[in-house]
């Protein structure tokens, strides 16, 4: 019997222990049958798992290096983007600060046009309204200025009216 079965036996380890003692045992001897049968590699076989051992060890830190590097690239690229959106921001809100006052002039200029266009269009109406008269005027008393023989003097009272829109607005009341 080799020197590590009997060390294992002695240590109070027997066939009719509890379930776990001997789910342990087998374990144990297992692995003593393994060394004891391979007394020649053993060695070279412990030499060959400290170095799969080291390999391995080297080797996740490797990974763990890489996935640091990884990490902070991702990092410096986001705050590299960070600031590129903080300029893009600061250029935005600079065009915007220097287009909004040139807005309102022009959206007020717009006010005042539109407000102009709506006098020009009534005193266009009005116009419009005074010719639509005078020429329903002139047809149906015209023979009334031939009789009279004051055709000049109402030329003239009406060329005054075309001059002077409102006068002719007013003039137009008082039909």
């Known amino acids: 019997m080799s020197p590590v079965l009997s060390e294992i036996l002695r240590s109070g380890f027997t066939i009719n222990s509890s379930l776990r003692r001997r789910t342990h045992l087998v374990q144990s001897l297992s692995v003593v049958f393994l060394y004891c049968g391979n007394s020649s590699q053993i060695g070279s076989e412990e030499d060959l798992m ?10 996740n830190r490797e990974s763990a290096r890489k996935s640091r590097m990884r990490k902070q690239k991702h990092l410096d690229d986001l705050t590299d983007q960070i600031n590129q959106m903080k300029k893009d921001n600061a250029q935005i809100l600079a065009t ?6 040139q807005y309102v002039k022009v959206e007020a200029e717009n006010s005042v ?3 102009q266009m709506s006098e020009l269009s009534q005193r266009l109406d009005y116009l419009n309204e ?9 047809t149906s008393t015209s023979n009334h200025h031939c009789m009279s023989g004051g055709g000049v003097f109402e030329f003239d009272y009406h060329h005054d009216l075309m001059n002077n829109p409102w006068a002719a607005a007013a003039e137009m009341l008082q039909y």
């Open 50 to 59: 400290d170095l799969k051992k080291r390999k391995r060890m080297q080797s």
């Open 113 to 115: 046009l539109r407000a």
């Open 96 to 101: 915007i600060n220097m287009t909004t006052p």
């Open 130 to 138: 005074i010719i639509n008269l005078m020429s329903y005027n002139s």
